[in-house]
């Protein structure tokens, strides 16, 4: 059985407890595609982990995790993950973790050009991580990059750095910026591959030979359907396809070994960053949005930036189950909405007045949609930590409905808080049916 996980907005809408609550059912746990841009909490007790390049179900004794062709890796903040976690307890051996010798290499020209790119655009910045992961798509897409296979060799990595630190260089220098140094790029690098090197795997068989043996594999989606370098708020996205044909792709596996798609929708959303977001509380709404960052502590787990918060956009979230197939959603963070006494949700957009169907291409008709809300009653009581559906409030029941009707896809799980056992499983969802 082979299951993706896969934000169905913007991000952060807790694929990393809902990846740590299942992983305890599955043998793998496999990301696909991103780097250190993703940012994965993980409550467990008293411990609270924030997984960025490691696959959430690190956490688990005896699951093994895989880094797939299709991620960018700064091997730089691998082993500050690697070893953070042993910090933490969690001791990570190349038994455990497998990293694919095609995933591509994020050197530090590419944090430097990422700095620049957004200098560049100034006010069209994409408001990026900064962690240089479009820069070093841009060098897999330009057949130029370095990929840990690469790496391994010490002739070919200092060659291919020496080429591509002469454009970079060209670059960094024409925005006031030092120019970096190839010796000392090929010292750390190569010192760091050497650590990798018993790490490195062909994950595609290791994952083609594991569902031979009938191992349950899960594939864990980082960023979003909404950051999609080809679906998302184009180009407000990331440069990764984080949707479900990338799952595929990025982890090597054919795309008829996928059994189902699990979308992970907020009960809100959020966006970090800039670009289209059509339901943002802005203005008025503002106070609102205030409530929902500061009881859904809506901050960035990596960069600490405050998430921009809006409201629930089922056009939105319908074009996201279009494009994954989603079989099943988990709802997460019912439990920051209960003080309110309203809550909207987002049913069509207008643009000038016309009703459109389809979720636009274009950013700029993005922000000019008007959407048309229904305002659903709340519930004014307490949710977090219920487990079983009946003791959810009758209004909190009539919003996970509406919610799942006007996208058209069940809810199988309803996440009630960020620990592992504040979860409500819907029986006889499919979803349940996958974790038996
Ligand atoms: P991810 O990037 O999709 O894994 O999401 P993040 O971890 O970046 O952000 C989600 C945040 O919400 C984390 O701090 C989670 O611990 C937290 N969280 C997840 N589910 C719930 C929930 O049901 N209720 C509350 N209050 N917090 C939750
Ligand atoms: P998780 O996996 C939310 C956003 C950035 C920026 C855009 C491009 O935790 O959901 P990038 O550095 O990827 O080139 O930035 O994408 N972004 C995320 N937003 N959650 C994430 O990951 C994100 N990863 C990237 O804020 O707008
Ligand atoms: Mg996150």
Redesign the pocket.
């Known amino acids: 059985m082979i299951i993706v996980i896969i934000?169905a907005q913007w991000?952060?809408?807790?694929?990393?407890?809902v990846v740590d609550l299942l992983a305890d059912r599955f043998d793998i746990v496999s990301r696909y595609q991103g780097g250190h841009n993703?940012?994965?909490?993980?409550?467990v007790g008293d411990k609270a982990f924030v997984l960025r390049l490691l696959p959430s179900g690190i956490i688990h004794e005896g699951k093994i995790c895989v880094l797939g062709n299709g991620m960018v890796i700064d091997p730089k903040a691998f082993f500050e993950e690697v070893d953070q976690m042993a910090a933490q307890g969690i001791e990570i051996t190349p038994e455990r973790l497998k990293v694919s010798s095609r995933a591509h290499l994020i050197m530090p020209y590419h944090r430097a050009l990422d700095h620049t790119s957004e200098e560049r655009l100034g006010n069209e910045k994409i408001g990026t991580t900064l962690r240089g992961i479009g820069p070093a798509y841009e060098d897999k897409a330009g057949r130029r990059g370095i990929r840990v296979s690469d790496a391994l060799v010490p002739e070919l990595l200092k060659s291919r750095i020496e080429r591509n630190l002469a454009e970079a260089n060209r670059v960094i220098v024409l925005y006031g910026r030092e120019p970096l140094r190839s010796d000392e790029i090929y010292e750390e690098i190569s010192a760091l591959a050497e650590r990798l090197r018993p790490f490195v795997c062909e994950t595609s068989h290791f994952l083609s030979e594991a569902k031979k043996v009938n191992k349950k594999i899960l594939l864990e989606g980082a960023q979003a359907t909404l950051l999609d370098v080809d679906h998302g708020t184009y180009p407000y996205v990331t440069s990764s396809n984080p949707t479900a044909g990338g799952a595929a792709v990025g982890a090597g596996i054919p795309p008829h070994h996928i059994t189902g798609v699990l979308g992970?929708v907020r009960t809100y959303a959020t966006r970090v960053g800039e670009g289209p977001f059509p339901t943002e509380m802005l203005e008025d709404e503002e106070p609102v949005a205030q409530l929902i960052r500061e009881r859904?502590?809506e901050f960035g787990?990596v960069t600490k930036r405050p998430r921009r918060c809006g409201w629930f956009d089922a056009v939105a979230t319908r074009y996201a189950a279009e494009l994954n197939g989603f079989n099943s959603m988990a709802l997460?963070?019912?439990?920051?909405l209960d003080t309110l006494d309203e809550i909207k949700v987002c049913v069509g957009y207008e643009i000038n007045g016309e009703r459109i169907d389809t979720f636009p291409a274009v950013s700029l008709d993005l922000r000019q949609i008007k959407p048309v809300y229904e305002t659903l009653p709340g519930w004014k009581s307490e949710t977090l930590g219920i487990t079983e559906l009946a003791d959810l409030p009758a209004n909190a029941r009539k919003y996970v409905d509406f919610l799942s009707e006007s996208v058209d896809v069940e809810i199988g799980l309803i996440?009630?808080?960020?620990e592992r056992d504040?979860t409500i499983i819907l029986r006889d969802s499919v979803m349940e049916g996958w974790f038996k």
Do not use: M, R
Request: proline content about 4%.
């Open positions: 934000g991000g952060d809408e807790g694929k990393g407890k993703a940012g994965h909490s993980v409550y992970i859904g502590n787990s997460t963070k019912i439990d920051v996440s009630t808080g960020p504040q």
